[in-house]
């Protein structure tokens, strides 16, 4: 087995996995959507559109509060620059808004 390195945007990553599945013979058996999904799951920074896709926490929410100072931490290189969200980050935030039940 050959190991490859590429260097990517996230936006053409998702063709270069299409191509690696293909090779595989792979592609066939998973829809376009959950090809979205599994890019996503791998990615360690994420914009608010895809924690959206991944995690159902909707994109206009984080923004209301990132603006309270609220919600999960983010990264921001530069003040009105993108927004991205680690992977982590997400899980913390969702772990500490978990709410105990009898079940717990």
């Not at 299409?18 to 979205?36: D, T, W």
């Not at 890019?39 to 896709?53: F, G, S």
């Not at 009105?80 to 978990?98: N, T």
Request: aromatic share 6%.
């Amino acid at each position: 087995m050959t190991t490859k390195v590429i260097v990517t945007t996230p936006e053409n990553l998702m063709d270069i996995i299409r191509e690696v599945l293909q090779e595989q013979g792979a592609a066939s058996s998973l829809s376009p959507e959950a090809h979205e999904l599994e890019v996503l799951k791998r990615k360690k920074l994420l914009t608010p559109k895809e924690v959206q896709k991944l995690y159902g926490l909707n994109a206009a929410t984080l923004a209301n509060k990132r603006g309270a100072g609220k919600g999960p931490a983010y990264i921001q290189e530069v003040e009105d620059g993108p927004v991205y969200y680690e992977q982590a980050a997400i899980q913390r935030y969702l772990d500490a808004c978990r709410k105990k039940t009898y079940e717990d």
